[in-house]
Nanobody, 119 residues
Protein backbone atom coordinates (compact mmCIF):
# COMPACT_ATOMS: atom_id res chain seq x y z
CA UNK A 1 0.00 0.00 0.00
CA UNK A 2 1.03 3.62 -0.45
CA UNK A 3 3.03 5.23 2.30
CA UNK A 4 4.91 8.42 3.13
CA UNK A 5 8.36 8.50 4.67
CA UNK A 6 9.86 11.70 6.07
CA UNK A 7 13.56 12.32 6.44
CA UNK A 8 15.93 15.17 7.18
CA UNK A 9 15.10 15.90 10.79
CA UNK A 10 18.07 16.88 12.92
CA UNK A 11 19.33 19.02 15.77
CA UNK A 12 20.39 22.46 14.56
CA UNK A 13 21.25 25.78 16.15
CA UNK A 14 18.88 28.76 16.16
CA UNK A 15 19.16 30.64 12.90
CA UNK A 16 20.16 27.52 11.03
CA UNK A 17 18.48 25.76 8.13
CA UNK A 18 17.08 22.33 7.50
CA UNK A 19 15.41 20.63 4.56
CA UNK A 20 12.83 17.94 5.17
CA UNK A 21 11.88 15.41 2.51
CA UNK A 22 8.75 13.31 2.09
CA UNK A 23 8.84 10.32 -0.21
CA UNK A 24 5.59 8.76 -1.40
CA UNK A 25 5.76 5.20 -2.62
CA UNK A 26 3.96 1.89 -2.82
CA UNK A 27 1.46 2.22 -5.64
CA UNK A 28 0.20 3.84 -8.79
CA UNK A 29 -1.18 7.16 -7.62
CA UNK A 30 -1.07 10.90 -7.97
CA UNK A 31 -0.91 13.47 -5.19
CA UNK A 32 -3.84 15.86 -5.01
CA UNK A 33 -2.41 17.96 -2.21
CA UNK A 34 0.19 17.62 0.46
CA UNK A 35 1.35 19.38 3.54
CA UNK A 36 3.60 19.45 6.53
CA UNK A 37 2.33 19.37 10.08
CA UNK A 38 4.14 19.47 13.39
CA UNK A 39 3.49 18.47 16.95
CA UNK A 40 5.47 19.81 19.88
CA UNK A 41 5.43 18.11 23.30
CA UNK A 42 2.19 18.84 25.11
CA UNK A 43 0.61 20.53 22.11
CA UNK A 44 -1.79 19.50 19.39
CA UNK A 45 -0.64 18.85 15.87
CA UNK A 46 -0.76 22.00 13.75
CA UNK A 47 -0.60 22.73 10.06
CA UNK A 48 2.69 24.25 9.01
CA UNK A 49 2.41 24.45 5.24
CA UNK A 50 0.29 23.01 2.45
CA UNK A 51 0.55 22.91 -1.32
CA UNK A 52 -2.22 21.89 -3.68
CA UNK A 53 -2.07 20.27 -7.12
CA UNK A 54 -1.75 23.69 -8.78
CA UNK A 55 1.16 24.71 -6.60
CA UNK A 56 -0.80 27.12 -4.43
CA UNK A 57 0.73 27.27 -0.97
CA UNK A 58 -0.42 28.23 2.51
CA UNK A 59 1.61 28.70 5.66
CA UNK A 60 0.92 29.16 9.31
CA UNK A 61 1.75 32.75 10.26
CA UNK A 62 4.65 31.77 12.47
CA UNK A 63 6.68 30.33 9.57
CA UNK A 64 5.84 32.78 6.78
CA UNK A 65 8.97 34.12 5.17
CA UNK A 66 11.09 31.39 6.72
CA UNK A 67 9.70 28.09 5.41
CA UNK A 68 9.03 27.03 1.83
CA UNK A 69 6.99 24.00 0.81
CA UNK A 70 7.53 22.43 -2.60
CA UNK A 71 6.77 19.26 -4.50
CA UNK A 72 8.11 17.15 -7.34
CA UNK A 73 5.22 15.26 -8.87
CA UNK A 74 7.38 13.14 -11.18
CA UNK A 75 9.46 11.91 -8.25
CA UNK A 76 6.47 11.84 -5.88
CA UNK A 77 8.43 13.88 -3.40
CA UNK A 78 7.56 16.73 -1.10
CA UNK A 79 9.92 19.12 0.64
CA UNK A 80 9.96 21.67 3.40
CA UNK A 81 12.86 24.10 3.37
CA UNK A 82 13.22 25.67 6.79
CA UNK A 83 15.39 28.74 7.29
CA UNK A 84 16.02 31.05 10.24
CA UNK A 85 14.98 28.30 12.59
CA UNK A 86 13.83 29.17 16.08
CA UNK A 87 13.61 27.08 19.26
CA UNK A 88 9.82 27.19 18.99
CA UNK A 89 10.08 25.28 15.71
CA UNK A 90 11.13 22.22 17.71
CA UNK A 91 8.63 19.45 17.04
CA UNK A 92 8.02 16.19 15.28
CA UNK A 93 7.23 17.06 11.68
CA UNK A 94 4.79 14.93 9.72
CA UNK A 95 4.17 14.76 6.01
CA UNK A 96 0.57 14.47 4.88
CA UNK A 97 -0.76 13.82 1.41
CA UNK A 98 -4.03 13.17 -0.34
CA UNK A 99 -3.26 10.29 -2.68
CA UNK A 100 -5.52 9.41 -5.59
CA UNK A 101 -5.77 6.45 -7.92
CA UNK A 102 -8.43 5.17 -10.28
CA UNK A 103 -10.41 3.71 -7.39
CA UNK A 104 -10.51 6.76 -5.17
CA UNK A 105 -8.47 8.86 -2.80
CA UNK A 106 -7.27 8.75 0.78
CA UNK A 107 -5.19 10.77 3.18
CA UNK A 108 -1.88 9.28 4.28
CA UNK A 109 0.45 10.36 7.08
CA UNK A 110 4.15 9.76 7.42
CA UNK A 111 5.81 8.47 10.57
CA UNK A 112 7.31 11.81 11.53
CA UNK A 113 10.83 13.18 11.80
CA UNK A 114 12.24 15.01 14.81
CA UNK A 115 13.41 18.59 14.41
CA UNK A 116 15.18 20.12 17.38
CA UNK A 117 16.41 23.71 17.46
CA UNK A 118 18.79 24.34 20.32
CA UNK A 119 22.07 26.02 21.04
Amino acid sequence: QAQLVESGGDLVQPGGSLRLSCAASGGAFSIDAMGWYRQAPGKQREMVATINSDGVTNYVDSVKGRFTISRDNAQKMGYLQMNSLKPEDTAVYYCNARLRNMWGARTVWGQGTQVTISS
